[in-house]
């Protein structure tokens, strides 16, 4: 597969050189109904054509597919580090509360397999 050149915008950084590119375009993981059998190969098949941006959530129920899909990518040689990739997910209404925003956050890196 061909890597296709997705544009970027340049972001402030705390890494050394201060300035890290994220892609303008990403893929969203929501489908209806939940189908993870596709979901997982679309992901890969996605990361194959050059996606480095995905969104899920929690109420998707993609963000553990999508931690699958990263393992699987790092594992195919199809990125080098999961630091090549950009995740972005939502905090559900219900955890907006101030004591219930860190554990949320949490709970989704960990279900895609993000955050040990």
Known sequence: MA??????????SSDASGRRSIPLVGM???????????????????IGLGYRHFD??????TEPVLGE?????????LIKSRAE??????LWCTDAHPDL???????????AILYP
């Open 3 to 12: 890597v296709s050149t997705i544009p970027v915008v340049d972001l402030s």
């Open 28 to 46: 969203g993981t929501a489908s209806y109904p939940f189908a993870p059998e596709t979901t997982k190969p679309a992901i890969l098949h996605a």
């Open 56 to 61: 899920t959530s929690s109420l998707y129920e």
């Open 69 to 77: 899909a990263v393992e699987e990518a790092l594992r195919l040689r």
């Open 85 to 90: 990739l950009f995740i972005t997910t939502k």
């Open 101 to 111: 925003v860190l554990p949320a956050i949490q709970t989704s890196l960990r279900r």
